[in-house]
């Protein structure tokens, strides 16, 4: 983010924590791994979310939503941190002021 957009940060599933403004390409595959590809030369990617094969994957529209939650926490005009978790309700991204 840049000017007077506060800044955003996502942490990664070993985590590392990752600007939003930094992510350039989403993923979430069939076990559920949600993975980012970040903007640079060396065309890194990062794994947000780790999938599973026999357990609880967040829901197939799980990195929209992650679109949408960066989208109105940068309207709150302080730096955030946004995270995955699953709760009774299924998968959900939580955020928190930094």
Known sequence: MSGTMPEVWIMAADGDLIRADAIVILRLDK???LTVQLRDE?????TLL????GGENPPADFHRRLIRTIAEVADSGSPQLISARP???GWQWISEPL
């Open 50 to 53: 780790e999938g599973s094969s």
């Open 42 to 46: 060396a065309k890194v990617s990062v």
């Open 87 to 89: 709760g009774d309700g």
């Open 31 to 33: 076990t559920g791994r």
